[in-house]
């Protein structure tokens, strides 16, 4: 495995976790992300932990976002469906799995760490995952957030990423957040193109990572080619504060009727509410509400968009 450097310039190293960032990596020569290398990942990992999602072609309709189920179907057929349809793998923490990504991750990192002012320690990583995402060319990802802070390394293929103001209640009001944080809520949001004349725009070739803003909006278009991404999620004490406060807030609002809890994420008061919360989960005073996704199309290689619609068994 060859060596994996992080290129940050300089005058950006202190916004990491501010604002949005864009730098090179070294990960072009790694032996993982070939097709060969994919088609025995997928052979191997855990179906229960890979999803496959195929969607529509209007950013404004995330209800055409259906989850697809693929038993059965092999790591070269997945890779033939998404090179062919419009699908979007979701190989979920990666590193649980193979050892090989465990170390990479690591890898990554600590060379993130080294480039981090030490006034900014609170916001430096704790522990972080990883998700190894394999895409169609033009499938897209619809407008959402997500909980924990990440950043998208780019191997295969381009795509353009619109990340949109952060902590902003244009895009994402507060409730939606604390459902988010609460996992009462899937991920994504509510969605307008007038939005647009907000975002930063990117357009990612193969060598290059993005990190943005915790919880900031953002949504994806893959342009040309089979697109592979390694996508991470780190934890800092900063980014574990900020997802407490938020589950405290939504207990607030939810049973005690507090309409607007502040989102002051420091201080006494803040520690106050998040106890409160805590006890009220282990009271189980807090539920929270799942949902749970059921596949409505299967694999098909030889389809034009790589599925056809599941058939469900009678009654």
């Known amino acids: 495995m060859t060596h994996c450097k992080v290129y940050l310039a300089a005058e950006e190293r202190g916004d990491i976790g501010w604002r949005t960032v864009l730098g090179t990596h070294g990960l072009s020569g790694e032996d993982l992300f070939g097709d060969a290398a994919l088609i025995d990942l997928l052979d191997h990992f855990p179906r229960e932990h890979l999803y496959a999602l195929n969607m529509g072609h209007d950013p404004c309709r995330s209800d055409q976002n259906h989850l697809v189920c693929h038993d059965g179907v092999s790591g070269a057929e997945l890779l033939q469906a998404v090179r062919s349809g419009r699908l979007w793998l979701n190989v979920t923490r990666v590193d649980r799995v193979d050892a090989r990504y465990r170390r990479l991750i690591d890898r990554l990192y600590n060379e993130l760490r080294l480039q981090t002012p030490l006034q900014r320690a609170a916001a430096v ?48 009001s507060a409730a939606l957040l604390e459902d988010l944080f609460a996992g009462a809520r ?12 907000s975002a930063d725009v990117y357009d990612l070739e193969p060598g290059q990572w993005l990190c943005w803003p915790q919880n900031a909006p953002h949504r994806v278009q893959n342009l040309d080619g089979l697109n592979v991404s390694l996508s991470t999620e780190h934890f800092s004490r900063d980014s574990c504060r900020r997802a407490q406060l938020y589950r405290a807030n939504r207990y607030l609002r939810r049973h005690w009727r507090l309409a607007q809890p502040s989102a002051c994420e420091t201080g006494v008061t803040a520690r106050a509410k998040v ?11 807090d539920p929270v509400p799942r949902t749970v996704d059921q596949p409505v199309l299967r694999i098909s290689p030889a389809a034009p968009d790589g599925v056809v619609v599941l058939e469900r068994a009678g009654p």
């Open 125 to 172: 990583p704790d522990r972080s995952q990883g998700t190894l995402l394999i895409s169609s060319p033009g499938a897209l990802v619809y407008f959402h957030a997500d909980a924990p802070s990440s950043v998208l390394w780019h191997l295969r293929g381009r795509k353009r990423v619109w990340i949109y103001p952060t902590l902003d209640e244009r895009f994402m």
């Open 186 to 197: 899937h991920e994504y949001l509510p969605y307008r193109p007038d939005f647009d004349l």
């Open 275 to 285: 106890w409160v919360q805590r006890v009220a989960r282990r009271l189980g005073l």
